[in-house]
């Protein structure tokens, strides 16, 4: 099945209110489902959906678009991820489907995923029966130990791998995988001398790794005792997993960071445990690496605010400084928590409890003011080469000189020599419309309903194309648009659109607009509206020709024409009154 075709069988099996609702609580008002924005905090019912039409909408941030976007958007998706994951939940099925390693990357088999996923979720249950049985007594008394209780480890899925070197090997083998798939999966590992295979995760406390979906992809492991090893290993790369696109507990946390708990993002398996434990849903950690773009696009897809939880020292706060300047960068609000020296966020929670923990977190200064604190302690050429790439990086332009002004005051430099880096992403930047005259305003109008009544009405563009509607645009975000709805049908032009152009789709098609019953009318207002813009255009063209000088014969010609005209105008005129 193409991918076109799937949309719309997906779209056809599953209805968007349906889905929304498992992640806001939506009333009927009138045609449309209506509740706050999971987008953005708000309390007043700014999100609608209109269940007819397929789309959503915020009046507020003005997130819009269909079922595609909504599930993507709120798990953190991309299209292809969303898509994957809609059919499945369809059951409509795909064609093989091309690997993130680029255009010439090996394609890989819906089966073969799927095997992976059958394959993780028999290691998870592995390791929770280990856990549970004689052989897990070790690690249920460290779990006692370090006060993780029976509910939360059962709500993280929490095991022990055993300390026998083929103990998951076995279990896989009696399932009817063969040792190399488990070495495929990340799961086992072949030794390179004699080249058996064992487990990869021996004697240590699991912690499964799920993705949106919350099927499990990756695990990470923690020893217990005092042991000459590494104290975490996770699972590599695989083809189901990428660690750098994930984040630890966001499988769990994101229906509560949508209700409105504040997002924290931590460094360690244990520290999301705790804070969940503690009553902090938000919590999701980092895996075993440092913060990556992907992550951060990923944690903004729930959020525009975030607290970034730290150990105190060195490290610590040059992670959090990259971590701060990454979503700042991004457009995103955070805060930097800082605990002291001797404490992490287990050790505090446990041992100060929580009102602790909440002195912390209010004291915590925002993120650029963290920025402008750590860079007072840097040499003052490492704090304006710091500076300017942090104002490169910044995605907003519009964000660029408050930032600018902030690293200036902040630091004695100078705001101009900061600036010219601002100026040069601003460069980069779309430029925005101007008021214009009122002949300017008259031709933005006309693009705006030309394209309002395209829009509405899809089937009706090759009646616009008849009255030559497309030479009267005259902005390049109508003519971008026209062009996607000629060379596409609606549904796959609608896949096409930018966050701008679906915003104005759905606005034309919901919300407040009127029904979608008045075709013949709107376009025969579109029509009069051309023929006055059209006159007009040749009344201006008439003036200026009279205007640079003509003989006398030609000129009670051309004023004769130009009476004509605004005869015509003025009739035209008041038809539309």
């Known amino acids: 099945m193409s991918q076109r075709t799937a949309v719309q069988e997906i779209k056809a099996r599953l209805n968007i209110v349906d889905v929304v609702r498992r992640y806001v609580e939506l009333k009927r008002n009138g045609s449309r489902w209506v509740a706050p924005c999971p987008f953005h905090q708000e309390t007043k019912p700014s999100f609608s959906v209109n269940e007819e039409e397929g789309f959503f909408y915020c009046f507020?941030?003005?997130?819009?678009?269909?079922?595609?976007?909504?599930?993507?958007?709120?798990?953190?998706?991309?299209?292809?991820?969303?898509?994957?994951?809609?059919?499945?939940?369809?059951?409509?099925?795909?064609?093989?489907?091309?690997?993130?390693?680029?255009?010439?990357?090996?394609?890989?088999?819906?089966?073969?995923?799927?095997?992976?996923?059958?394959?993780?979720?028999?290691?998870?249950?592995?390791?929770?029966?280990?856990?549970?049985?004689?052989?897990?007594?070790?690690?249920?008394?460290?779990?006692?130990?370090?006060?993780?209780?029976?509910?939360?480890?059962?709500?993280?899925?929490?095991?022990?791998?055993?300390?026998?070197?083929?103990?998951?090997?076995?279990?896989?083998?009696?399932?009817?995988?063969?040792?190399?798939?488990?070495?495929?999966?990340?799961?086992?590992?072949?030794?390179?001398?004699?080249?058996?295979?064992?487990?990869?995760?021996?004697?240590?406390?699991?912690?499964?790794?799920?993705?949106?979906?919350?099927?499990?992809?990756?695990?990470?492991?923690?020893?217990?005792?005092?042991?000459?090893?590494?104290?975490?290993?996770?699972?590599?790369?695989?083809?189901?997993?990428?660690?750098?696109?994930?984040?630890?507990?966001?499988?769990?946390a994101r229906r509560a960071i949508a209700a409105g708990a504040p997002a924290m993002l931590t460094e360690g398996y244990m520290d999301v445990v705790t804070l969940h434990q503690f009553g902090y849903g938000g919590a999701v950690g980092v895996l075993g690496t440092a913060l990556t773009p992907e992550q951060v696009k990923r944690l903004s897809g729930f959020t525009s605010r975030v607290e970034l939880l730290f150990d105190g020292d060195r490290a610590g706060r040059k992670a959090a400084l990259r971590s701060a300047e990454m979503f700042l960068a991004r457009g995103l609000r955070c805060k930097v928590v800082l605990f002291p020296e001797k404490d992490d966020i287990d050790s505090l929670l446990r041992t100060q409890g929580k009102d602790c923990f909440e002195r912390l977190r209010a004291q915590a200064p925002e993120g650029l003011d963290f920025c402008v604190q750590a860079l007072q302690e840097m040499a003052p050429r490492e704090a304006v080469e710091w500076s300017r790439a942090f104002l490169a990086k910044i995605e907003q332009p519009e964000l660029i000189s408050g930032c600018a002004t902030a690293l200036a005051n902040g630091l004695g430099l100078s705001e101009a020599e900061l600036r010219e880096q601002a100026a040069a992403a601003r460069q980069s930047a779309p430029a925005r419309p101007s008021q214009g005259a009122p002949a300017d305003r008259h031709a933005r109008n006309c693009d705006r309903e030309l394209m309002t009544f395209a829009v509405r009405y899809p089937q009706a563009l090759p009646r616009l194309r008849e009255l030559g509607a497309r030479l009267f645009l005259t902005a390049p975000w109508s003519r971008e648009l026209w062009d996607k709805m000629e060379q596409h049908p609606p549904d796959e032009a609608f896949r096409l659109l930018n966050e701008k152009e679906k915003a104005f789709w759905v606005r034309c098609r919901t919300g407040d607009a009127p029904p979608l019953n008045n075709e013949d009318g709107e376009f025969a207002a579109i029509k009069t509206m051309l023929s006055r813009f059209q006159l007009a255009g040749q009344q201006a063209s008439v003036t200026a020709a009279l205007r640079q000088g003509a003989g006398k014969d030609d000129f009670e010609a051309d004023m004769e024409y130009l009476r004509a005209l605004q005869e015509t105008l003025e009739k035209t005129h008041g038809k539309q009154h």
């Open 60 to 252: 507020g941030c003005q997130a819009s678009g269909d079922l595609f976007d909504f599930y993507g958007r709120i798990n953190g998706l991309d299209f292809r991820e969303t898509l994957e994951a809609l059919a499945e939940e369809a059951g409509v099925a795909l064609d093989k489907w091309q690997d993130r390693g680029g255009p010439h990357a090996p394609r890989q088999s819906p089966s073969e995923k799927q095997q992976m996923l059958r394959l993780h979720e028999i290691a998870a249950a592995h390791f929770a029966g280990n856990l549970a049985s004689e052989a897990g007594r070790e690690c249920r008394d460290y779990m006692q130990k370090r006060g993780i209780s029976p509910e939360i480890a059962q709500a993280f899925g929490l095991g022990w791998s055993r300390r026998d070197w083929r103990a998951l090997t076995d279990t896989l083998s009696r399932a009817g995988f063969a040792p190399e798939t488990g070495v495929r999966a990340a799961l086992l590992s072949r030794s390179e001398r004699s080249g058996r295979v064992f487990d990869r995760f021996r004697g240590r406390f699991m912690f499964p790794i799920r993705s949106l979906s919350g099927h499990v992809v990756a695990f990470g492991g923690r020893i217990i005792a005092d042991e000459d090893e590494a104290k975490y290993i996770n699972s590599s790369d695989s083809p189901l997993y990428k660690k750098g696109e994930h984040l630890y507990g966001l499988s769990r």
